[in-house]
T-cell receptor, first 113, second 113 residues
Framework: EDQVTQSPEALRLQEGESSSLNCSYT??????LFWYRQDPGKGPEFLFT???AGEEKEKERLKATLTKKESFLHITAPKPEDSATYLC??????????????FGEGTQLTVNP | KAGVTQTPRYLIKTRGQQVTLSCSPI?????VSWYQQTPGQGLQFLFE???????NKGNFPGRFSGRQFSNSRSEMNVSTLELGDSALYLC????????????FGEGSRLTVL
């Protein structure tokens, strides 16, 4: 069974204080690892897809990296508007997997001004 | 381009009743997935439809069902509601089969009393 574990559950940062969120996963065969952002009262919003170990993706203050067992979401010089819950998800290979994602429970990030 | 639209946004039901939730995907998207989000379990996959066919189903009891229409709109139904069915039900659409890059709606928040 595919599993995704995210840590920490919650993280408080001061504006400008860089940090990383962790996503550990086990999957029978990885088709892709995904990062989403979810604001209160909203649905998740897609951020990144990573397909293979060593791959990195960047968007503004966010950088996602992938190894064979985990992924990191690095946040550089965060701003209050980066406050949200960040979700990690994996998609397994196989005809029957379709677009099915297994999500972690997320890291709730708060950035104080 | 309009996003994924879910109706109703909020609803309250009592135990034993049934409920139908509706989802209109982004125009041109043929894949629709449904997820249940609760504080304790996070996002859990319910089912996925592609071109009116259920392609995948999560580990939920048979009380949870869904369907997709020829215009790609989807509905999910929960019969004989239980207190534990209280959750945010999220619909997501995608333009391609087998992609994990999903576009989520804002969800339907169901409260079962």
């Amino acid at each position: 069974e595919d599993q995704v574990t995210q840590s920490p559950e919650a993280l408080r940062l001061q504006e400008g204080e860089s940090s990383s969120l962790n996503c550990s996963y086990t999957v029978s065969g990885l088709r892709g690892l995904f990062w989403y952002r979810q604001d209160p009262g909203k649905g998740p919003e897609f951020l990144f897809t990573l397909y293979s170990a060593g791959e990195e993706k960047e968007k503004e203050r966010l950088k996602a990296t992938l190894t064979k067992k985990e992924s990191f979401l690095h946040i550089t010089a965060p701003k209050p508007e980066d406050s949200a819950t960040y979700l990690c998800a994996v998609q397994a290979v196989g005809e029957t997997s379709g677009s099915r994602l297994t999500f972690g429970e997320g890291t709730q990030l708060t950035v104080n001004p | 381009k309009a996003g994924v639209t879910q109706t109703p946004r909020y609803l309250i039901k009592t135990r034993g009743q049934q409920v139908t939730l509706s989802c209109s995907p982004i125009s041109g998207h043929r894949s629709v997935s449904w997820y249940q989000q609760t504080p304790g379990q996070g996002l859990q996959f319910l089912f996925e439809y592609f071109s009116e066919t259920q392609r995948n189903k999560g580990n939920f009891p048979g009380r949870f069902s869904g369907r997709q229409f020829s215009n790609s709109r989807s509905e999910m139904n929960v019969s004989t509601l239980e207190l534990g069915d209280s959750a945010l039900y999220l619909c997501a659409s995608s333009s391609q089969a087998y992609t994990g890059e999903l576009f989520f709606g804002e969800g339907s928040r169901l409260t079962v009393l």
